[in-house]
């Protein structure tokens, strides 16, 4: 096993595990849910199993993610326990296997789930049902770190895998992955476009063409605003920020391009192209701008650069956007 497919199975379980802790959030409520889609524990993994994979789905679910903005958890909570009750129209969603498969707890499922996990050698006396979703999901993690943890097994645990996928969770957790993604609030539509993915993992790795394609370039320095989108969604990290007290610089380290052109779909700019000279230079920096400074405090803020987009987005310039967030 490479260690590329090693990585990719070790964000194939973050994706579980994340998947997981939003799925209970109904009973533990993490922080992150109200963060925006960007610093979510699952963006990284998501990113990185889209770029790797022939997976428009799991595409799909990270533009869903890029869209979801900072709300607060305990309001998410409330919207997510309303979308399970069925909020007064819609029939409640079912949260356990043996609900959905036969009408009624501790069914069939729940114990053949219970002689599996502990034939993996898991502890299964836990607060909830061996069929609740969230558990079924942390499972699936955990089987995923196993093929990767033992080399000498993986084929044996990727089949269990699969199997897990087709006998129970790809059974009926579908239909939570698709009342989430029809709901009217963006996080939990993210969230249900991820799970949807997640339960029809693809077996092919995508086509990466090899290095003969030029390197990212800022085309007009003018254009490039240093948003950073680009470092976000570049898989193999080769493009960075990098900032102190002088400067915002965009840099790239030629080494890990793998010409994707990630970083020039996701410009709407349109800064950034692939026609780059090759370089044997550890990092190139293809943006550079002067921080702007606080005029109460003389601290740096954001880059001359951002200040120019958003005084042309906001058609004036603000006079708080020269301070910064201690002196507003």
């Known amino acids: 096993m490479t260690r590329q497919q090693r990585e990719d199975l070790l964000a194939l379980a973050d994706l579980y595990a994340g998947l997981a802790e939003a799925l209970a959030a109904d ?51 409330l919207i997510y326990e309303k979308l399970l009750s069925g909020n007064g129209r819609l029939a409640p969603v079912m949260m356990y296997e043996s609900q959905v498969m036969n009408g009624r707890f501790l069914g069939p499922q729940t114990f053949a789930l219970q002689a599996l996990y502990q034939e993996a050698g898991l502890e299964t006396a836990g607060a909830e ?62 969230v249900g476009y991820m799970l949807a993915a997640a339960l029809n993992p ?7 063409a090899p290095k003969q394609s030029g390197l990212p370039r800022v085309i007009d320095l003018e254009l490039c605003t240093l948003c950073s989108f680009c470092v976000q969604v570049c898989p193999t990290h080769a493009l960075l920020m990098q900032e102190d007290k002088q400067a915002t610089r965009l840099a790239l380290n030629p080494a890990l391009c793998i010409y994707c052109h990630k970083c020039e779909r996701v410009c709407e700019e349109k ?58």
Do not use: N
């Open 129 to 190: 049902l061996p069929d609740y979703a969230a558990v079924e999901l942390e499972f699936l993690s955990f089987l995923a770190e196993r093929e990767e943890e033992d080399a000498g097994q993986s084929h044996q645990w990727r089949t269990v895998r699969r199997r897990f996928l087709k006998d129970h969770a790809g059974k009926w957790l579908p239909q939570v992955a698709r009342r989430l993604a029809h709901s009217d609030e963006p996080a939990w539509t993210a």
């Open 202 to 208: 693809p077996r092919q790795q995508k086509h990466i």
């Open 27 to 77: 009973k533990f409520l993490p922080d992150w849910l109200g963060q925006p889609g960007r610093e979510w524990p699952l963006w990284e993994a998501a990113s990185r199993l889209a770029s790797r994979f022939e997976w428009p789905t799991m595409s799909r679910a990270v533009e869903r993610l890029a869209q979801v903005t900072r709300r607060s958890p305990t309001v998410r909570q």
């Open 271 to 328: 800064a950034l192209d692939l026609q780059g000279e090759p370089a044997t230079a550890p990092l190139l920096i293809l943006r550079e701008s002067p921080r702007a400074i606080c005029p109460q405090c003389g601290e740096p803020t954001v880059s001359e650069a951002e200040v120019t987009a958003v005084v042309s987005r906001l058609g004036e310039h603000p006079a708080w956007l020269d301070y910064c967030l201690d002196c507003r």
